[in-house]
């Protein structure tokens, strides 16, 4: 239920009428949806009209109705066929309701499912919230509706169960997610009806987008029916049921089931190839739909139900709450600017529901008896008003950096696994090349000594063979012509001469031919050797060209090892800002938070172990101020108080305090005192900004930046001592500036501190009486100056009786910042009488005597004895300094 303001214009009753006309329960309007590659976030979305749709469901008569009433006619007569309930006047006068859908006795429960929840189921499917509610007297049927199991009976199954089931079948359990929480809202307190230890459950809203949620409720991965089934069982066994007169097996309690899907949505537009463009150009969305289903507990009356003792108290919680419930409705179907939304927790928890961005629809449960006419009727009217309700249906679509995430891991192994296969089939191709080429060469060279041998072998034999014979013959010649002829005389028969010479000659020609051939075949087989030389170079020029290849490729693997370390870098920065994102995420989603707070206590041990100061810049450096700041406005709760706490912490360095401011830190630290309920958030921000506010160029920001305000409201809301000690802190600083003394004061920091004395606590006194005796000694200076006149601001704002009362604190600190505060206050004139009438006189005789401190001491004596109005007093008195 969302407050309007007054200039919203709503649908008049009519349209309201003609609307119901025109759609039954069961007609889904279309939904505006644009391509999924150009969806707005949801923020953006300025949402679909959606108006709450109302159905009657009439329960049949039961035992005790068969018996006592058999004589008188029921008090409704339905008309389903034209949407009609007859309420009975009187016997013969009925008041005729329209209602968008009207379940006689004998509806099936999977024809309610059908028309009451499957619309509201699809629109949570497409990323839209939805809300199924049963409203009704007790016993009307409101839990056989929503909750039955129908173990041992499908058919008797209830909307829970069956919705279930119609998710299971429409989410892929690779890609998407389904989660749920079950809770009772029980006499106020919103109790884990999936662990009962969790019995006090905060509701957080979220200033910005206005949704509610109960982080700490726990929430359980759905995988199968089966399992959500042992879910509402467990739930079943905690929920608390009471016998009232009315049903023997009454709810007392309302039970709420939420169930958060979150959907990935298929991208239809072309995807590029190239794994160094995947960062940019893929846009996978996320659509995140929440179902709640509420069966509320009986509206029934007192009397009738027969409380008493404890369960008349929760009768009256419950009245109490439905009782919200139906002013809401009320406001919200009158146009009213004023929708009283929190004056109950059911009221907070459905605030989506009514009047907000949620497809609602309502199952009203009315019984037949005559005897409940006023309860019926009562139902009736409930049903009437929530149809004048109309919502504005919004998509809740995110970027899926999750997904992206995923989706990017997946294509960086298989493009290291790619990298990987053909660094390795290149290896073996150059290795299986390389012995190849080996192989040939030595099996050449082999062949071309051997051949090379024989043929030299061949041809020394041959040319040694001829050499003897030509020697041989040359012997006898010489050997016959020395004998047989004598010189000068040609023997018969012989040859003469120069036949000899002849012969000798044509021997030289046969052996010179012979010589030829063999220098021709030593030539032939020298070219051999320089061809088998040459055959060698081109194994050499292909191991060459193999050693190209195998550098390309090492070029090639260091270019993509360049793309896998861009492409890292860009999933971790994804992880980032999907932390930021998170949700749904099931408390996995704060590794970037954590690793910071892990760095920062990293830093913390270094500071102490090693004597070193551990720079804490470097948390700066290598996450970035900007975006620590910015998850200090993160929709989770938790990923909000890591946040703070890093930033707390990191202001406490008075090194890192300016850059803090620069960045809008402070801003964002004072928003969160703004918006936020949240004790935790609200301690550690004042905190911070305490840290911040002992700069004095923050102390200016502060104050110009609406800080005094915040902190003042701080210190009135907040019960928590450390809260209030970090504010009180806070303020004391800001006193401590001369320059904001005037705005400080008009703007209630003076009674906010004082405020603050509520608490008792004594770091918290503490901490006033600083800021005390800080603003004491400012405003001094400035009346001294002249830049003061009059009474001082601590005066007039009340202070005195307090700073009188603690003067002799026996905490020291209190004591020693208001005897401080004392003696400058004394030093104007002007304040001396309303010292002198609140006793402040005597506490300033008591420090001149008996104060520790000895530089106190002399000043509480200075200025008695340098003031005329005190003098006088203490000469009347008989007060001896
Ligand atoms: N449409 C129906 N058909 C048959 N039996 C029904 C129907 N509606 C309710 N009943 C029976 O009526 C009894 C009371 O119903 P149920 O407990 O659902 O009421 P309720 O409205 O949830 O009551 P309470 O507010 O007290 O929890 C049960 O025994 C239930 O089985």
Not at 226 to 248: D, Q, V
Not at 451 to 476: G, I, P, T, W
Request: with cysteine; glycine share 6%.
């Amino acid at each position: 239920m969302t407050s309007r303001s007054g200039g919203t214009q709503r649908g008049s009753r009519s349209s309201a009428a003609r609307a119901r006309s025109a759609h039954s329960l069961s007609a889904t309007p279309t939904l505006r949806r644009s391509a999924a590659g150009s969806l707005p976030l949801s923020k953006d979305d300025a949402g679909v009209p959606g108006r709450v749709r109302v159905a009657v469901r009439l329960r049949p008569r039961n035992q005790e109705e068969l018996v006592e009433d058999a004589d008188f006619a029921d008090c409704v007569e339905l008309q389903p066929e034209l949407k009609r309930l007859r309420l009975r006047k009187n016997n013969w006068d009925f008041d005729t309701y329209e209602f968008d859908e009207v379940l006689t006795e004998f509806a099936s429960q999977r024809r309610v499912y059908e028309v009451v929840a499957k619309p509201v189921v699809e629109s949570v499917l497409e990323g839209y919230n939805g809300t199924v509610m049963a409203y009704g007297q007790t016993g009307t049927g409101k839990t056989h509706t929503l909750g039955r199991l129908g173990e041992e009976d499908t058919s008797a199954r209830g909307i829970m169960v069956r919705s279930m089931e119609d998710i299971l079948a429409s989410i892929s359990p690779q890609t998407d997610s389904l989660s749920v929480s079950y809770l009772q809202l029980y006499m106020e307190t919103i109790q884990d009806l999936l662990d009962p230890a969790n019995d006090n459950i905060a509701i957080v809203e979220d200033p910005k987008t206005g949704d509610v949620s109960v982080p700490g409720a726990t929430s359980v991965d759905i995988r199968d029916e089966h399992s959500f089934m042992e879910l509402l069982r467990i739930g079943e066994a905690h929920r608390i049921a009471a016998n009232t007169k009315l049903n023997t097996e009454s709810s007392r309690s309302h039970a709420i089931l939420m169930v958060h899907i979150r959907k990935s949505v298929v991208q239809t537009g072309a995807e590029t190839s190239s794994s160094s463009q995947l960062g940019k150009s893929f846009k996978p969305l996320v659509r995140k739909g929440k179902l709640v289903v509420v069966d509320l507990a009986g509206s029934e009356r007192m009397h009738k139900s027969g409380s008493e003792g404890h369960v008349l108290e929760e009768t009256k919680s419950i009245n109490l709450s439905l009782s919200a419930l139906g002013k809401c409705i009320n406001a919200l179907a009158e146009n009213s600017t004023h929708v009283p939304v929190r004056d109950s927790k059911l009221t907070r928890l459905l605030k989506d529901s009514f009047g907000g961005t949620a497809r609602t629809s309502l199952v009203v449960t009315i019984g037949p008896s005559p005897r409940h006419r006023g309860e019926t009727a009562s139902t009736i009217l409930f049903g009437q008003r929530a149809m004048k309700v109309e919502n504005m249906l919004k998509i809740k679509e995110e970027f899926d950096y999750r997904g992206l995430s995923r989706k990017l891991e997946m294509q960086l192994d298989a493009v290291i696994a790619e990298n990987e296969r053909r660094q390795k089939s290149c290896n073996d191709e150059l290795e299986r090349i390389s012995i190849e080429a080996q192989n040939r060469i030595t099996e050449a060279e082999r062949n071309y000594s051997h051949a090379f041998e024989r043929e030299k072998l061949k041809y020394q034999m041959e040319y040694m063979d001829s050499v003897k014979k030509l020697e041989e013959k040359l012997m006898n010649c010489q050997s016959k012509h020395d004998h047989d002829v004598p010189a000068g005389k040609t023997c018969n028969g012989q040859m003469n001469g120069s036949e000899e010479a002849m012969e000798l000659k044509r021997l030289l020609q046969n052996e010179t031919r012979l010589r030829h051939e063999t220098e021709d075949e030593a030539n032939r087989l020298r070219s051999q050797l320089e061809q088998f030389m040459q055959s060698e170079d081109g194994g050499a020029l292909e191991i060459c060209n193999l050693r190209r290849m195998l550098e390309d490729e090492i070029d090639q693997k260091r270019k993509l090892e360049e793309e896998i370390a861009m492409l890292r870098s860009q999933l971790l920065q994804l992880t980032f800002n999907s932390d930021q994102m998170r949700r749904g995420s099931n408390g996995d989603g704060f590794s970037g938070l954590d690793s910071l707070m892990s760095q920062f206590r990293n830093s913390q041990i270094n500071e102490t172990g090693n004597g070193q100061k551990a720079p804490m810049t470097s948390l700066f450096e290598q996450v970035g101020l900007q975006k620590i700041l910015s998850l200090l406005e993160s929709e989770d709760a938790s990923v909000r108080i890591h946040a703070v706490k890093v930033v707390a912490n990191l202001a406490a360095e008075e090194s890192n305090q300016q850059r803090i401011v620069e960045a809008g830190g402070l801003t964002s630290l004072l928003m969160l005192l703004r918006n936020f309920e949240d004790e935790t958030i609200r301690r550690v921000a004042a905190g911070a900004i305490a840290n911040l506010a002992m700069n004095e160029y923050n102390q200016e920001l502060i104050m110009s930046e609406g800080g005094i305000g915040l902190l003042s409201m701080t210190a009135a809301d907040a019960d928590d001592a450390q809260t209030l000690r970090m504010v009180a802190g806070a303020i004391a600083n800001l006193c401590g500036n001369d320059k904001l003394q005037k705005r400080l004061r008009s703007e209630g920091g003076i009674k906010a501190l004082l405020g603050m004395v509520r608490c008792g606590h004594s770091e918290v006194l503490s901490q006033i009486a600083r800021g005390i005796a800080n603003f004491a000694k400012c405003e001094s200076r400035a009346s001294t100056q002249g830049r003061k006149t009059g009474r001082s601001f601590l005066i007039e704002d009340g202070a005195l009786p307090w700073i009188v009362q603690n003067a002799n604190n026996e905490v020291a600190p209190i004591r020693r910042h208001i005897e401080l505060a004392l003696c400058h206050l004394a030093q104007h004139e002007v304040n001396a009488k309303d010292m002198i009438n609140g006793g402040a006189l005597w506490e300033l005789v008591r420090i001149s005597r008996d104060c520790s401190r000895e530089d106190i001491r002399s000043l509480a004596h200075r200025t008695l004895s340098g003031s005329p109005t005190f003098r006088s007093e203490m000469r009347r008195l008989r007060i001896d300094l």
